[in-house]
């Protein structure tokens, strides 16, 4: 399974975009790129998922280098509301099965 | 459609107690998963099923047994509690396929004093 590494912690003001980027020299072929938030006292939840170019939908946006290398969530005109910890997992089911959750990315997002 | 519902909330045992969680699933998926997730930290997979009647060992499965006689309930077991088994436990479900998602419950806060 490719190791993921991320940015610990990101603060950002209401109304900006946040991008925060995730590293994974090591994604196989079959790997997927998918990005999990969770809140405060509450389960991961899934925001999007990708395996190349740009994908997007009605919360965030992915984007994947040609390489695959690393991934860029992308969250447009954030809230308060958007402090949480983000989780960029990489892996598929093909061939067995493992999920490896690092630490994640923790957004702050200020008035 | 409740999703993935965990049972109990919360838990305070003592050190050597036992207990079971109940984890729930009315999405008829075929992959369910336990977690623990300390402070601060991320989540680290206890035990897994790919199926009914399957199980088999995650990252850190030391001191946690698991069933999954149906295929919408996912049980774990702590056969004697310790203190380092204070956490927040996670149940989540997938459909096995490919390109999955996990869906999470809510979580059971455990401590064990």
């Known amino acids: 399974l490719a190791k993921t590494t991320q940015p610990i912690s990101m603060d950002s003001y209401e109304g900006q975009e946040v991008n925060i980027t995730c590293s994974h020299n090591?994604?196989?072929?079959?790997?997927?790129i998918t990005w999990y938030q969770q809140f405060p006292s509450q389960g991961p939840r899934f925001i999007i998922q990708g395996y190349k170019t740009k994908v997007t939908n009605e919360v965030a946006s992915l984007f994947i280098p040609a390489d695959r290398k690393s991934s860029t969530l992308s969250l447009p005109r954030v809230s308060l509301s958007d402090t949480a910890v983000y989780y960029c997992?990489?892996?598929?089911?093909?061939?067995?099965?493992?999920?490896?959750f690092g630490a994640g990315t923790r957004l702050f997002v200020k008035a | 459609n409740a999703g993935v519902t965990q049972t109990p909330k919360f838990r305070v045992l003592k050190t050597g107690q036992s207990m079971t969680l109940l984890c729930a699933q009315d999405m008829n998926h075929e992959y369910m998963y336990w977690y623990r997730q300390d402070p601060g930290m991320g989540l680290r997979l206890i035990h897994y099923s790919v199926g009914e009647g399957t199980t088999a060992k995650g990252e850190v499965p030391d001191g946690y047994n698991v069933s999954r006689l149906k295929k919408q309930n996912f049980l774990l077991g702590l056969e004697s509690a310790a203190p380092s088994q204070t956490s927040v436990y996670f149940c989540?479900?997938?459909?096995?396929?490919?390109?999955?998602?996990?869906?999470f419950g809510p979580g059971t806060r455990l401590t064990v004093l």
């Open positions: 997992l990489v892996g598929d089911r093909t061939g067995g099965f493992k999920t490896i």
């Open positions: 989540a479900s997938s459909s096995g396929h490919r390109t999955d998602t996990q869906y």
């Open positions: 090591n994604i196989a072929t079959n790997d997927y």
